[in-house]
């Protein structure tokens, strides 16, 4: 009963609509008996922007070989390591090449050396086409988050950066 009743207020509600009403709603009368009794005027579509941005750092070969005691003594250059914290800029690299073991080497735009400790199973000569990665919300690569990608399909995660300083 009370289902009835709240029917039959609800269509006379309905009815007490004026046109000029409906028209302020953008609200038609149905035609077809199989659609709702009310349509709206309203087209809807559908956008999706999808935004994929990779970051490639190319490989930088090594120092071009010189002659006699400078090319011995470009091969024994030793560095110290320096911690330098979890995560570095992307836009202040600008290229990589495979360090000793499962390290790579990142060089900054502005000459800084930095080694990126690689994690278990990867290996550095994997890198020697360079590395990419996709960008990140907040624009940094960091350890135990970022992948970085070789070329022959490596994926890999850092596990520390250290900065490179010749002794």
């Known amino acids: 009963m ?12 309905l009815t007490t609509l ?3 009403a409906l028209a302020d709603f953008q609200v038609t009368a149905a035609q077809n008996p199989f659609t709702p009794l009310f349509g709206l005027k309203t087209d809807f579509d559908q956008v999706r922007i999808d935004q994929r941005v990779v970051i490639r750092l190319p490989s930088q070969p090594a120092p071009p ?10 091969a024994k250059i030793e560095y110290k390591e320096k911690k330098i914290g979890k995560c570095l800029w992307l836009g202040r690299l600008g290229g990589s090449r495979p360090g000793p ?3 790579l080497e990142l060089l900054t735009r502005d000459g800084v050396l930095i080694r990126a400790y690689l994690s278990e199973g990867c290996l550095a000569r994997e890198f020697y086409a360079g590395a990419y990665m996709e960008r990140s919300y907040d624009g940094k690569l960091c350890v135990d988050r970022d992948m970085l990608h070789a070329r022959t399909g490596a994926k890999c995660q850092i596990d520390k950066f250290r900065l490179l300083i010749p002794r």
Not at 2 to 12: D, H, K, P, Q
Not at 65 to 70: D, E, S
């Open 2 to 13: 009370r289902a009835l009743m709240a029917f039959i207020l609800f269509t006379g509600g």
């Open 101 to 103: 073991d499962r390290t």
């Open 65 to 74: 070989a010189a002659v006699g005691a400078q090319r011995q003594s470009l």
């Open 18 to 20: 004026s046109h000029s």
